[in-house]
C-alpha cells in the first residue's frame, strides 16, 4: 500500500556539524506548529528546548548519550530529525521513537470519519483533521510529571520536573545551549533526594514507590500489554489514581483507547448549561468514542482551548 511505503521511508545524511539528519515522512496533513505548541507549554528546563517550529531534548540510550532536534519540513512531507550523538547504533531507536512521538503512524481515516459525525467531538477537529497524540518520549519521566502534576496546573507541574532534573545533576557534555541535563532513570531516581525542591513528601513517596515498581518489573511501561494489565498494577501503587493511570497510557504510553475520565478538561468540556457531569455520565458518554477515546480526549481539549493538564 501507499501509505506503508510512504511510512517506511527513511533518508538520512551527513550534516557538516558531525549530526545525522533523518527525514521521516508522514501523512499530510500534519499541524506540526499544534503539537509544538502543546510541548511547548511543557518544555522541561535544561533537558528540552522548544520554539515556535523546534523541539530539542538530551536522551540516553543505553551507554549513549546524545541530543536531537525536530524540525518540520513540508516540503519533502517530513519531519526532519538532526541527532547528535556518536553512537550510530541509537539512530534507529531514536527515529522510531520520534515516529511515535508525533504520532506519524496511525491511519486517521477512520477516526477523522467517526468523530467528525459527533456533534461535540467534531467541534474540536482542526481542519478536518483529528489532533495527533503527543506521546512523551521518555516514559518513566511523564510517569513522574504525571505525579508531580495531580491537582497542581501544568506551569507548576512543569518547574517542579525540571527542579528534580537540575538536582539529579545528571550533565551533558558540550551539548546545544539549554540542554544541559538528562532526566534520571528509575534507579537514579531512587538515590535521589527530593527534598527542598518543593515536591510534597506524599508526591515524593509516590513518585519513588512507582520507580521501584518499575525497576521490580511490577509495571511495565509498554504498550504491547492490554490497557487492563497496566490499570491493574499501576493502580494497585498507593497515590496512583484513575486520573494518573489513564494519562500516563494515553501520553505516556500510547495507548489510544484510555480515557481520563476525571480531568479537568474532559469535565469542563462536557459540562452543559453548567451542570457538571458526573464521572459515570462522562464514561457513559464516551463509550460512544470507542476505541479511540485517547483522541477523544485530545478534540475535547481543543474545545475553547481546553487544554489543563500536564
Not at 62 to 78: E, I, L, M
Amino acid at each position: 500500500m501507499a501509505e506503508l511505503m510512504v511510512k517506511n521511508e527513511l533518508m538520512n545524511e551527513k550534516s557538516d556539524k558531525n549530526d545525522t539528519i533523518f527525514l521521516l515522512k508522514y501523512i499530510k496533513p500534519l499541524n506540526f506548529n499544534q503539537i509544538i505548541a502543546f510541548m511547548k507549554q511543557r518544555a522541561m528546563e535544561g533537558v528540552e528546548v522548544i520554539s515556535e517550529n523546534t523541539y530539542s531534548r538530551t536522551f540516553r540510550r543505553g551507554k549513549s548519550r546524545g541530543y536531537f532536534t525536530v524540525t518540520n519540513n513540508p516540503d519533502h512531507s517530513a519531519l526532519e530529525l538532526r541527532i547528535g550523538c556518536e553512537d550510530n547504533q541509537c539512530h534507529m531507536k531514536i527515529s522510531d521513537r520520534i515516529r511515535k512521538m508525533f504520532d506519524l503512524d496511525t491511519d486517521f481515516r477512520v477516526i477523522n470519519e467517526k468523530f467528525s459525525k459527533d456533534t461535540l467531538l467534531s467541534k474540536g477537529i482542526v481542519s478536518g483533521h483529528v489532533p495527533r497524540l503527543p506521546i512523551a518520549f521518555n516514559p518513566f519521566e511523564f510517569v513522574v510529571r504525571a505525579v508531580l502534576g495531580q491537582q497542581i496546573s501544568v506551569k507548576a507541574a512543569t518547574t517542579l520536573a525540571a527542579r528534580v532534573a537540575k538536582k539529579a545533576a545528571i550533565k551533558s557534555d558540550r551539548f546545544p545551549h539549554g540542554l544541559d541535563y538528562f532526566f534520571p532513570n528509575p534507579a537514579e531516581l531512587l538515590e535521589l533526594d527530593l527534598d527542598e525542591i518543593g515536591i510534597t513528601k506524599t508526591r515524593q513517596t509516590t513518585i519513588k514507590t512507582a520507580a521501584q515498581a518499575i525497576l521490580d518489573g511490577g509495571v511495565r511501561l509498554t504498550s504491547n500489554q492490554p490497557f487492563d494489565t497496566f490499570h491493574k498494577d499501576f493502580s494497585a501503587l498507593k497515590g496512583i489514581g484513575d486520573w494518573t493511570v489513564n494519562y500516563v497510557a494515553m501520553r505516556g504510553l500510547g495507548m489510544v483507547d484510555s480515557f481520563p475520565a476525571g480531568d479537568l478538561g474532559v469535565v469542563k468540556a462536557l459540562t452543559k448549561d453548567g451542570r457538571v457531569l458526573s464521572k459515570k455520565e462522562i464514561i457513559d458518554i464516551a463509550e460512544n468514542w470507542r476505541p479511540y477515546r485517547s483522541y477523544a480526549t485530545l478534540c475535547l481539549w481543543n474545545l475553547k482551548s481546553n487544554q489543563v493538564t500536564v
